[in-house]
Each structure stands twice: as C-alpha cells, then as structure tokens.
C-alpha cells in the first residue's frame, strides 16, 4: 500500500524508490559540473553511477549495477557544464542539484 503511493522519485537512505522499485543512489562524482566542449553531432556517453574513472562520460564501471549510461547526440557544438553529482533532473546537464547533493 505505501510503495503503491510512491509514483514519483522519493529517497531513503543509500536509495531511492522510482515508481516502485528500490535503486541504489548515484555515487556522487563532484559536487560541481564539469565544463565540456560538445561536438555537434557527436554521440556521448554520460555516466549515470558516478563510478566511472572517465568523468563525466561512462567507462563501463556500471556493470552489475541498476545503473547505464544516458546516450546522447549534440545538436550543437558548445561549451556545456555536464553534472558530476549525478542528481540532475536533466541528464548529462547541470541543473544545479549539486548544491543538496
Ligand atoms: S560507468 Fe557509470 S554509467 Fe557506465
């Protein structure tokens, strides 16, 4: 009954629940974002765990995990702040949740 409540994204500890099931939190990489030079039409890799000795990108490190990478293709050739607390509500961006992280 109380797991059937939980819709959203709720933390408990070292984990947190998304619409029913129990994943371990992120390791928190850096509690700032990395600045990043994107390629316009390049495809990344960003790393989801935190594990990854390659920040912010995946490096396999996830395996056997609940954890992978979030694939993306840069429309733009830019200059990004990529989140390393790997709390953003807008991933591989900052969106400022490292200030909670
Ligand atoms: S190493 Fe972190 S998602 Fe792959």
Redo the contacts with the bound molecule.
């Keep these: 009954m109380f797991f059937d409540t939980l819709l959203t994204k709720a933390r408990i500890g070292p984990y947190y629940f998304v619409n029913k099931h129990m994943m371990k939190k992120?390791t928190v990489a850096g509690t700032a974002p990395t600045l990043v030079e994107l390629e316009e039409g390049k495809t990344y890799?960003?790393?989801?765990?935190?594990?990854?000795v390659?920040q912010p990108?995946?490096?396999?490190?996830?395996?056997g995990?609940d954890?992978?990478?979030?694939a993306f293709t840069a429309e733009e050739s830019k200059k990004a702040a990529i989140c390393l607390c790997k709390q953003t509500s807008n991933p591989p961006y900052c969106d400022g949740s490292h200030a909670n992280a």
Excluded at 57 to 63: F, L, S, V
């Design positions: 992120a890799y960003w790393c989801s765990c935190g594990n990854s390659g990108w995946c490096n396999g490190a996830h395996k995990s954890f992978t990478p979030n």
